[in-house]
């Protein structure tokens, strides 16, 4: 198959995979690798070199992120379970202060889901909107829309979380520069959101709920809840060890060539960071047990399997991408047209529309585009962080009634159906927009 032919297969592939997730509703796992295979044997390449792309693909995509994934979700499990995520988010409250609690919350929610699932988080912090509401006299739907925006910014644009984590192992791009420049890019974005929550989230007024017996359950625990030392550590740790590698890696080796610089480089390769970080996670735990170091690790990599799955068959399509000649004749197609980081904020934009999940969204765009960033003269530099950052923009964008995280935050948020499309699909593609911009602006000043 030459020409045309190979670009109505990529893009019948893209309607597969939406059709096949969003209607017949067939695990993301299995349409991948079908999809993989689908691709290569229609696009004319021989059955065992199909097979070993799609095995290559994906054992080289879990080697370099396979631990990350697994590290970054027992944090977040353990962090849950043990209140580490509610003592940053009572933190960042004191520090900003009740009056201005609605943006706290859009901050908070920001932290929190660096390491928890934006969906988890925002279950965990639902009670304090209530409180939050209430004292305020303010609408529901302010609090639960800058919270939920505040979540979803670094969801999808700050590893560890699994999605950005992935596309940095799929494109090759360092992790260290996606974490800086995810946190650059998720603050206007954050902003955005509490700005749409505020302005038109206002207008639709939802009392919150009787808070009942809930407040005495949450003081019950809070004497039992870590310190904001320990509570913080598991986060603030990895980040820092993994932006110190970036550092002690960069060609002028700021930290010279000897010991020093070989042991920053080496506690900062993010699976070991990430492992530094487990044992943080542990200290929020008042008392070490079996159940926590066995049971709880257990239920965390449970949790991070199906993530991983995902993230691997994601690879063997981009593996066998990269095995057609679709790379080449996309390569001569697209090399004049200067699409930049717009092409991968659309392609995961529409996926993420069409089948709900933005970790889905960004792993299979990242399959997609990864053979194409020399087409798109983001190959070299921070080209490919942009990319991660301009797939996490176009993932958030949007979220609506197939997406699970739209109906945590409307059914947490006493929010009708209609009031949740108004309010949180339309933030998403308020705050997605924003996204592309600030990933545009980074990417005219640095590329």
């Known amino acids: 198959m030459q020409g045309v032919g190979l670009l109505i297969l990529l893009l019948g592939a893209i ?10 509703r067939l695990h993301p796992f299995i349409v991948l690798l079908l999809t993989s295979l689908g691709v290569g044997l229609l696009a004319g390449l021989p059955a065992q070199q199909v097979i070993s792309a799609v095995t290559s693909g994906f054992g080289g995509t879990l080697g370099s992120i396979g631990i990350v994934i697994a590290a970054g979700t027992i944090i977040g499990f353990i962090m849950e379970k043990s209140g580490a995520a509610v003592v940053m988010a009572n933190t960042i409250l004191k520090l ?5 609690s609605a943006l706290a ?17 925002f279950v965990i912090l639902s009670p ?12 529901l739907s302010v609090f639960a829309i800058s919270l939920s925006m505040g979540l979803y910014a670094t969801h999808v644009f700050v590893p560890p979380t699994p999605g950005p984590i992935a596309a940095a192992g799929t494109l090759g791009a360092d992790l260290g520069t996606v974490i800086l420049l995810g946190l650059l890019v998720s603050i206007p974005c954050i902003l955005a959101g509490y700005l749409f929550a505020k302005v038109y989230g206002s207008r639709i007024h939802i009392d919150p709920a009787p808070l009942g017996e809930e407040t005495g359950v949450k003081e019950e625990k809070q004497k039992h809840y870590p310190s904001v030392l320990s509570s913080f550590a598991p986060i603030v740790v990895p980040v820092i ?8 890696d960069y060609p002028s080796k700021p930290f010279g060539t000897g010991g020093f610089q070989s042991f920053v480089s080496f506690i900062g390769n993010p699976n070991i960071a990430l492992l530094i970080g487990v044992f ?3 200290l929020t735990v008042k008392k070490l047990t079996g159940e926590v170091m066995h049971d709880w690790v257990a239920l965390g990599l449970q949790n991070a399997g199906l993530i991983i799955l995902i993230t691997g068959a994601g690879g063997s399509l981009g593996s066998v991408i990269r095995e057609t000649p679709i790379a080449d004749y996309l ?8 699409l930049g980081v717009f092409l991968p904020f659309l392609l995961a934009a529409a996926l993420k529309t069409a089948q709900g999940s933005s970790t889905v969204a960004i792993i299979t765009t990242a399959g997609i585009v990864s053979p194409l960033l020399g087409a798109l003269g983001l190959a070299g530099g921070i080209g490919p962080a942009l990319t991660v950052l301009a797939i996490g923009a176009g993932a958030m964008t949007v979220s609506h009634a197939n997406d699970s995280y739209f109906w945590v935050v409307a059914q947490f948020s006493d929010m009708e159906v209609s009031q949740a499309y108004r309010l949180q699909t339309l933030g998403t593609l308020v705050t997605g927009i924003v996204g592309l911009i600030a990933v545009s602006i980074l990417y005219f000043l640095f590329v």
């Open 15 to 24: 309607v597969f995979i939406v059709f096949m997730t969003a209607k017949v």
């Open 96 to 100: 900003v202060g009740e009056e201005r």
């Open 105 to 121: 919350m859009a901050f908070t929610g920001g932290v929190v889901s660096i390491p928890v699932f934006c969906d988890s988080g």
């Open 128 to 139: 304090l909107n209530r409180t939050l509401a209430e004292r305020s006299k303010q609408s």
């Open 241 to 248: 060890l993994i932006a110190l590698k970036s550092i002690a």
């Open 280 to 282: 943080l996670a542990f």
């Open 331 to 338: 390569t001569t197609s697209l090399s004049g047209l200067q």
